[in-house]
C-alpha cells in the first residue's frame, strides 16, 4: 500500500543554519506530495505542494522538489528562523484523496 | 479565503456527558474530513464526507458520530467517551477527488478535548 517515510527527528539546528528534512515515499501510480506544518497548539497548514514529476513546490523559502526516480520529496530551507520551529508533516495523496501522513519531525531553531 | 473553522477550541468532558464538535468552510468544499491527532503524532482519519454522504469510515467506535447537515458544515457528535479518546480533533475539507484530481486538504485550528 501508500506510505511515507520521514527522517526521524527531533531536529535542533541554530539560526541561519541550512534545513532539509528527507521524505520518501511509496506509491502506486501518480500520487500528488505535500508538506505540513504545523505549530504548537495549531492545525496543520498546507506548506508546499507537488503533482508531477519534477514538479518544485516552494513557500516562505521553503522548496521541496518531487523526484520520481527516487521516490522523494526532500524538504529544504536556505536559512532557518526562531519562528520555524514547528513540526513539519510529509504527505501524499492519491487515487480517493486519501492522505497518507509520515510520522513528523519536531524542528527547533535556537538564536 | 482558506479557512477552516472549528469550536470550541478546548472542551473537557466527563465520560457520561453528550457533547458536539463543529467544523465550517466556505471554500466551497465538498468532501470534509474528521481527524484524530494524538501527541507527536499524525492526524489519523476518521470519517470523509462527499457531496454530504459519509463515503469513509475508519472503523471509529459508535460513541462518535459524524452529521454534515449542509455543503459548508460537519459535526461530530460525542458520547460515553473514554479517557484514551482525549486528543485534537481536526477538521480539514477539500475539493471532492475525480479521475486523476488530488487536491490538497485545509485543515482547521482543531479541538482539543479532555476526556476525564
Known amino acids: 500500500g501508500d506510505s511515507v517515510t520521514q527522517m526521524e527527528g527531533p531536529v535542533t539546528l541554530s539560526e541561519e543554519a541550512f534545513l532539509t528534512i528527507n521524505c520518501t515515499y511509496t506509491?502506486?501510480?501518480?500520487?500528488?506530495l505535500f508538506w505540513y506544518v504545523q505549530y504548537p497548539g495549531e492545525g496543520l497548514q498546507l506548506l508546499l505542494k507537488a503533482t508531477k514529476a519534477d514538479d518544485k513546490g516552494s513557500n516562505k523559502g521553503f522548496e521541496a522538489t518531487y523526484r520520481k526516480e527516487t521516490t522523494s520529496f526532500h524538504l529544504e530551507k536556505g536559512s532557518v528562523q526562531v519562528s520555524d520551529s514547528a513540526v513539519y508533516f510529509c504527505?501524499?495523496?492519491?487515487?480517493?484523496?486519501?492522505?497518507?501522513f509520515g510520522t513528523g519531525t519536531s524542528l527547533t531553531v535556537i538564536p | 479565503d482558506t479557512e477552516v473553522t472549528q469550536t470550541p477550541k478546548h472542551l473537557v468532558m466527563g465520560m457520561t456527558n453528550k457533547k458536539s464538535l463543529k467544523c465550517e468552510q466556505h471554500?466551497?468544499?465538498?468532501?470534509m474530513y474528521w481527524y484524530k491527532q494524538k501527541a507527536k503524532k499524525p492526524p489519523e482519519l476518521m470519517f470523509v464526507y462527499s457531496y454530504e454522504k459519509l463515503s469513509i469510515n475508519e472503523s471509529v467506535p459508535s460513541r462518535f458520530s459524524p452529521e454534515c447537515p449542509n455543503s459548508s458544515l460537519l459535526n461530530l457528535h460525542l458520547h460515553a467517551l473514554q479517557p484514551e479518546d482525549s486528543a485534537l480533533y481536526l477538521c480539514?475539507?477539500?475539493?471532492?477527488?475525480?479521475?486523476?484530481?488530488?487536491?490538497?486538504?485545509?485543515f482547521g485550528p482543531g479541538t482539543r478535548l479532555t476526556v476525564t
Open positions: 471554500m466551497g468544499h465538498r468532501a
Open positions: 506509491a502506486t501510480g501518480y500520487p500528488s
Open positions: 504527505a501524499l495523496s492519491n487515487t480517493g484523496n486519501q492522505f497518507y
Open positions: 480539514a475539507s477539500s475539493h471532492v477527488p475525480g479521475g486523476t484530481g488530488r487536491y490538497e486538504q485545509y
